[in-house]
């Protein structure tokens, strides 16, 4: 069974500050990794994808890539309220196939 | 109308009841596919279809019956479903493109079953 795991949280952080989403994947073959951010009661949507190791960056999102470690993660600088969601990681294997597997989430709460 | 829509966005419906949910997206996508949410679990997908052809039924249940009669338009039909079956439904389409497959998401059918 492939799998996608997250801390599911809470991650509670000061508004300013640093937060750090971790992701582990079981399937080595996997070659896409997204990170999609969920508010309560709405649907995921896109932050950013990533598919080769070292880091990415977006504005104040920072994804990074570790196939070695089968390991992704999602930094957030100057964490604002606003920020506050549950992190969905994803992962794709990218062959051929349309299936992309979704972690749990991990809830964020920044604190102003 | 832009993205991915789904009606109804609630449902609240009896175990014996036949119900059907509909997702349409505006994004020029081959790809639709059915999640569902339940609380604190991962999304599960569901179905996958890819120019109209079903690619992925992840053992999904009889109960749950999907049609795609063309690369825009999504339905899952339901019928005698059981009250674990209670979730968040979700429509996504993608547009396969070398190494990425972002998801879109419609906002979701919220589904009640008494």
């Known amino acids: 069974q492939k799998e996608v795991e997250q801390n599911s949280g809470p991650l509670s952080v000061p508004e300013g500050a640093i937060a750090s989403l971790n992701c582990t994947y079981s399937d080595r073959g996997s070659q896409s990794f997204f990170w999609y951010r969920q508010y309560s009661g709405k649907s995921p949507e896109l932050i950013m994808f990533i598919y080769s190791n070292g880091d990415k960056e977006d504005g104040r999102f920072t994804a990074q890539l570790n196939k070695a470690s089968q390991y992704v993660s999602l930094l957030i600088r100057d964490s604002q309220p606003s920020d506050s969601a549950t992190y969905l990681c994803?992962?794709?294997?990218?062959?051929?196939?349309?299936?992309?597997?979704f972690g749990a989430g991990t809830r964020l709460f920044v604190k102003a | 109308e832009t993205g991915v829509t789904q009606t109804p966005r609630h449902l609240v419906m009896g175990m014996t009841n036949k119900k059907s949910l509909k997702c349409e997206q505006h994004?020029?996508?081959?790809?639709m596919y059915w999640y569902k949410q339940s609380a604190k679990k991962p999304l599960e997908l569901m179905f996958v279809y890819n120019f109209k052809e079903q690619t992925e039924n992840n053992s999904v249940p009889s109960r749950f019956s999907p049609e795609c009669p063309n690369s825009s338009h999504l339905f899952l039909h339901l019928h005698t479903l059981q009250p674990e079956d209670s979730a968040l439904y979700l429509c996504a389409s993608s547009q396969p493109s070398g190494s990425t497959d972002t998801q879109y998401f419609g906002p979701g059918t919220r589904l009640t079953v008494l």
């Open positions: 994004l020029g996508h081959n790809a």
């Open positions: 994803a992962v794709n294997a990218n062959t051929g196939g349309f299936k992309t597997i």
